[in-house]
């Protein structure tokens, strides 16, 4: 469908019910998680082991063909951590691993399919062992990384940054710049003269943007009623 032919009542009585899926199922796998999660598929969020932590106003948007994995590693001498920060959007696809740490900035945006893991998993001579092919991975506040970015260890990605889609961070790449291509290198600095609108800036009040998001809803979607829901169904048209 082009557009949400659903009535109003129906579209939030499902959104309800995804946030009550969250607090119940979701939410307690992690060892801690701020207050306004906000995962719109909460089901296709797939949490591995323990010590994994999530900040407030959280946005997690998983899907049933691009779930979001997010995956500790535990032995007999270390266990993963991965610590996320507050206000930060994780989107389809993504897979974050640890066996050392992982920690990701408040602020941060993680686009499609990007993969960040703080190991090599196999050593390259003995490949039935990790052996010490580990070292913690770090972005700092307020990093964006775009579509399909791979992350490697060892790596810190300095604050405010921005990784090109699709590239190969195997070195830690400095604040304020632009980073593209694999390995990514340096291609541009940001304007220090600019300021920068952090996701903070959007949340800083996220009953009153709840608020306001569902007068949208109510807005857009006034004209539907369950007829004409369950025509577009059974009998979609162009107009649907």
Not at 30 to 40: I, N, Q, R, S, T
Not at 105 to 111: C, K, L, P, V
Not at 152 to 166: H, L, M, P, Q, Y
Request: aromatic fraction near 8%; include cysteine.
């Amino acid at each position: 469908m082009r557009q949400d032919t659903r009535p109003f009542w129906m579209k939030k009585l499902h959104l309800d019910y995804l946030r009550w899926w969250a607090r119940r199922f979701l939410e307690p796998q992690f060892e801690h998680v701020g207050p306004y999660l906000d995962a719109g598929h909460p089901r296709f969020v797939k949490l591995h082991g323990p010590n994994i932590s999530i900040g407030r106003c959280a946005t997690l948007r998983a899907t049933q063909a691009y779930p979001i994995t997010i995956t500790v590693w535990v032995s007999s001498d270390r266990n993963g951590t991965i610590d996320i920060g507050d206000h930060v959007l994780i989107s389809p696809g993504t897979r974050i691993l640890s066996s050392d740490h992982v920690t990701i900035g408040s602020n941060t945006m993680i686009a499609g399919e990007v993969y960040i893991s703080d190991s090599d998993w196999h050593d390259v001579y003995d490949r039935t062992a990790e052996q010490d092919a580990h070292r913690p991975i770090t972005l700092e506040p307020n990093v964006w990384l775009g579509y399909g970015v791979k992350v490697c260890k060892g790596v810190t990605i300095g604050e405010n940054s921005v990784i090109g889609a699709g590239s190969v961070v195997s070195k830690s790449i400095p604040p304020n710049v632009i980073a593209a291509g694999n390995p990514a290198r340096v291609v541009k600095e940001l304007d220090p003269a600019r300021t920068i609108r952090r996701r903070e800036d959007l949340y800083s009040d996220p009953e009153a943007l709840a608020a306001d998001m569902q007068q949208l809803d109510r807005f857009f979607l006034k004209d539907n009623s369950f007829l004409s829901w369950m025509r577009a169904l059974v009998a979609p048209s162009k107009r649907d």
